[in-house]
T-cell receptor, first 115, second 111 residues
Framework: EAGVAQSPRYKIIEKRQSVAFWCNPI?????LYWYQQILGQGPKLLIQ????????DSQLPKDRFSAERLKGVDSTLKIQPAKLEDSAVYLC?????????????FGSGTQLSVL | GDSVTQMEGPVTLSEEAFLTINCTYT??????LFWYVQYPGEGLQLLLK?????DKGSNKGFEATYRKETTSFHLEKGSVQVSDSAVYFC??????????FGTGTKLQVIP
């Protein structure tokens, strides 16, 4: 089966610019996640969707980050304006079901460098 | 809140050496515990999991046992290969599928 698709693979922008990342989960997966992975740290959850509804966005910096999943399939994460500390890899993941025993499928990530 | 602590890397081993990567957690209740692996240039993928105390997860020669009394989930492999070089993440998973990751341990296996 096709995996989780993310684009772009790399992005370099200057601070205060805006940027958007795209994710297409595995077909049929209702749950979609965006994680931020700063170099040397584990992934940190930014937002979790169940279909097109938000389940958890408690760690999303809402003054600059936004995410949507309008049709319950693919998703877009936006940063506006970007700060230097936003430099990280942004990972998208999906899961067929919720529950503690179900694994997440991750995309390869988008590496963002803010200069 | 939930937290996961992993041993710092990088860990450098010769091929066929024994591997242990320590993982301890802090959490209430009965979460599930996972190990994810990230090979160079790829996304994270599940290596193994255990969903209750005393369960042993295993895959590709790797093993980890869910020890509630020591709040640990150490990853072990009897004989590592160069192809095992990657970053390994211990993770705690709740029923609502909220995942708390450790900081990752980089393993480098040299021939």
């Amino acid at each position: 089966e096709a995996g989780v698709a993310q684009s772009p693979r790399y992005k370099i922008i200057e601070k205060r610019q805006s940027v958007a990342f795209w994710c297409n989960p595995i077909s049929g997966h209702a749950t979609l996640y965006w994680y931020q992975q700063i170099l040397g740290q584990g992934p940190k959850l930014l937002i979790q969707f169940q279909n097109n509804g938000v389940v958890d966005d408690s760690q999303l910096p809402k003054d600059r980050f936004s995410a949507e999943r309008l049709k319950g399939v693919d998703s877009t994460l936006k940063i506006q304006p970007a700060k230097l500390e936003d430099s990280a890899v942004y990972l998208c993941a999906s899961s067929a079901r919720t529950g503690a025993s179900y694994k997440l499928f991750f995309g390869s990530g988008t590496q963002l460098s803010v200069l | 809140g939930d937290s996961v602590t992993q041993m710092e890397g990088p860990v450098t081993l010769s091929e066929e050496a024994f591997l242990t990567i320590n993982c301890t957690y802090t959490a209430t209740g009965y979460p599930s515990l996972f190990w994810y692996v990230q090979y160079p240039g790829e996304g994270l993928q599940l290596l193994l999991k255990a969903t209750k105390a005393d369960d042993k997860g295993s895959n590709k020669g790797f093993e980890a046992t869910y020890r509630k009394e020591t709040t640990s989930f150490h990853l072990e492999k009897g004989s590592v290969q160069v192809s095992d070089s990657a970053v390994y993440f211990c993770a705690l998973v709740r029923e609502n599928q909220k995942v708390t990751f450790g900081t990752g341990t980089k393993l480098q296996v040299i021939p």
